[in-house]
């Protein structure tokens, strides 16, 4: 049995190579071994103090969560207080904050043409106080009014990022650090989803994260949000002396242990600080981290004391604040907008305020369980929130302020460009216009698919074609483009008389397609090739489709009740039937497609067929639409499902793993033959 000496040395052992562990993770961003291996050391500690209950100490790493919920927060009075800076919002103040500082070292007989600072990164958490003695962390607080704060010990221990025992040389007896605890932003994201899955409220910005999780009466709760901390300076400081510098007090701080911001930077006199303001603010939204601003203090710790305080700040600091990303305003009104695909946005209208460095009149509000979750109405106080170039959002309702007459935001009826039907599936958030062939909004992107080559195939009809026709007028509707002629297309950029025939030509050409492709340039929601084949081949006409009921279309293989509901709502529109009428009237046409009893008896239906390789008789595309067309089901991607590989030239990795798992491969002449059968 090893002795009680062996026992205790090998405690100690584990907890330095913990803690040297935390130090390489948390302080020098570069761990130094996989999280597999820190959790086998510390199940091996904590497995040993279980077997050694009277050797466990405070300042172990199995410690950070441990005893029963506090009742209450206890008063802590901070022997220096921790003053807050002044603020500086433009370059004019920043340029005063330095001339400040030249005359006041003036009067004390320094002479100097540059100072330098120590700039960093102002953190938007929660400001605490870490008071560790000999080493061991026993006491953290929140800065309060800056004279009195809040014992949050039980709290900070839990945060991993915060050593209970500060390693390295000459550690003063007492020792009291400044810092920041905050919450990082994809925590704060991940943590406010897990919320609203557990339907609890979500934090409105991960500062208030920060804040709430500290006043967690339990630390078991504290334990489970992901906080983190950075620390940027000392208070209280007792056996033992600080360098003459403050950026080589922050040096002595990583050196023991302690987290600090790793974008901090001594830079050169005043054009040096605005400077690094510039940078940082254009890194600001890919900082894993929310900060309102930057800090500038001289870094000269003499001069510092020379400069001295005011009753409530440094004169030798400042915060050099952001334009500011959240205010409060009201919403006036809420209106719909309507995307390229149909959905309903709704948007506030606000009375301008001045957000995020631009003046913000409007607002997403995301759609209508955003509205009912945030309780959101009309005339409301909120809070509004703007970063980088995001866009602006409403994070927050001022219930108190809520004024009598208030209204609720209710989803339109009507599509608000082309009043069509607007409907809502049960199971989604987004609310979409039906009007898919007719609606302005849309029409742009319903051209483009109705052109594509799965559907109607129009070669020479692209995106910059397509919004060229649309901005000046000549196309509303699909039906539209059957209607272009050589001079509507010659008066376009980069269409001449041989680009423009090429054009009508393959306009004409398209005219001869097939039912299945013509459903799928209707651009209804949720068909694609296979939804379209199957519905071509059960009704066999257009017509029968149209008048379909829900149910009629749920006795289509592969059609649930969304997209039977889809279907119904796209030809119930009176807008689309016209389109389509339309389009009928413009001679296009299709062959009656082949009824599903004939499909049933094709040597291809209901097999999963994967094309690979060039093939010479035609293209993968026509090879796709003719399996299709016989009930075959064709995949990209081979796997053990995977019933049949045709192989054309140059097949490729699907060839290889087809054979690798026995699946039937056939050469583009057994494939001709096969289909062939059934013509």
């Not at 009740?561 to 689309?576: G, L, M, S, Y």
């Amino acid at each position: 049995m090893p002795s009680a000496t062996s026992v205790r040395d090998k405690l100690v052992g584990l907890r330095d190579t913990i803690r040297r562990y935390d130090y390489a993770y948390f302080v020098l961003d570069d761990p130094e071994v996989p999280d597999a291996e820190y959790d086998r050391v510390l199940r091996e500690l904590r497995a040993l103090e279980s077997e050694h209950p009277s050797l466990v100490t405070v300042d172990s790493p199995t410690q950070r969560v441990g005893g029963s919920p506090a009742s209450g927060f206890a008063e802590v009075r901070h022997e220096i207080p921790m003053l807050s800076l002044d603020n500086a919002f433009n370059e004019q103040e920043v340029m005063d904050f330095g001339r400040r500082l030249k005359e006041r070292l003036a009067k004390a007989d320094v002479s100097i043409s540059e100072i330098d600072f120590a700039a960093e990164p102002k953190l938007d958490g929660a400001a605490v106080s870490l008071l560790y003695e000999d080493g061991i962390l026993v006491r953290g607080a929140t800065r309060g009014d800056g004279h009195r704060g809040e014992d949050v010990t039980h709290n900070i221990r839990t945060i991993p990022a915060v050593p209970l025992h500060l390693r390295g040389s000459a550690i003063p007896a007492r020792l009291e650090v400044r810092g920041e605890v905050f919450m990082p932003k994809q925590g704060f994201l991940e943590y406010n989803r897990k919320a609203l899955e557990r339907g609890e409220k979500p934090f409105v910005n991960p500062r208030n994260a920060a804040a709430g999780s500290l006043r967690q009466l339990d630390p078991k709760l504290a334990a489970e949000r992901p906080l983190d901390a950075f620390f940027y300076g000392v208070g209280l400081i007792e056996g033992g002396e600080l360098p003459p510098r403050h950026s080589e007090v922050l040096g002595r701080l990583q050196g023991w242990g302690l987290r600090i911001c790793p974008e901090w930077k001594v830079v050169g006199g005043i054009l040096g600080c605005l400077a690094y303001y510039e940078n940082i603010q254009q890194k600001r939204d890919k900082l894993p981290y929310e900060i309102d601003g930057v800090v500038y203090k001289v870094d000269d710790r003499h001069w510092q004391e020379l400069v001295g305080f005011v009753s409530r700040a440094p004169r030798w600091a400042i915060a050099h604040k952001f334009p500011a990303q959240e205010e409060l305003t009201v919403i006036n009104a809420v209106e719909f907008q309507v995307g390229r695909t149909g959905a309903l946005t709704p948007v506030a209208r606000l009375k301008p305020v001045f957000v995020g460095g631009v003046t913000v009149s409007n607002a997403t509000l995301h759609n209508m369980d955003e509205i009912k979750r945030k309780d959101i109405r009309i005339g409301d106080a909120v809070i509004v929130r703007r970063a980088g170039d995001v866009i602006p959002e409403v994070v927050k309702v001022i219930v108190e302020r809520r004024p009598k007459d208030a209204k609720r935001v209710k989803l339109p009826k009507r599509c608000p460009e082309c009043r069509s039907d607007v409907v809502r599936a049960e199971s989604e958030a987004v609310a979409r216009c039906v009007g898919g062939l007719y609606c302005p909004a849309q029409r742009k992107e319903a051209l483009r698919h109705f052109a594509s080559r799965s559907a109607m195939d129009i070669e020479g009809l692209g995106e910059k074609l397509i919004d060229q026709l649309v901005d000046n007028k000549l196309v509303e509707t699909p039906a539209d483009l059957y209607r272009l002629s050589a001079e509507d297309l010659q008066g376009l950029d980069r269409m001449g008389q041989k680009s423009a025939e090429k054009l009508l030509a393959a306009l004409r050409k398209s005219k001869s397609t097939t039912l299945a492709k013509f459903l799928l340039a209707l651009g209804i929601r949720d068909v694609g090739e296979a939804t379209a084949q199957a519905l071509s081949k059960h009704f066999g006409s257009l017509e029968d489709l149209m008048e379909a009921t829900e149910e009629d279309l749920l006795e289509v293989p592969d059609v649930g009740p969304v997209i039977a509901a889809h279907v119904r709502a796209f030809f119930q529109e009176d807008h689309n039937r016209k389109v389509i009428d339309d389009l009928r009237n413009l001679e296009l046409a299709w062959k009656a497609p082949r009824r599903a009893r004939t499909v049933a008896s094709s040597p291809v239906s209901g097999k999963t067929i994967v094309l690979t390789g060039s093939l010479r008789s035609m293209s993968r595309e026509k090879a796709k639409a003719r399996l299709l067309e016989l009930g075959a089901k064709v995949t990209s991607g081979v796997s053990k499902s995977t019933d049949i590989v045709v192989a054309g030239e140059n097949p490729g990795s699907k060839l290889t793993r087809a054979t690798a798992l026995g699946i039937k491969v056939l050469a583009e002449d057994e494939l001709l033959l096969l289909v062939a059968r059934d013509s």
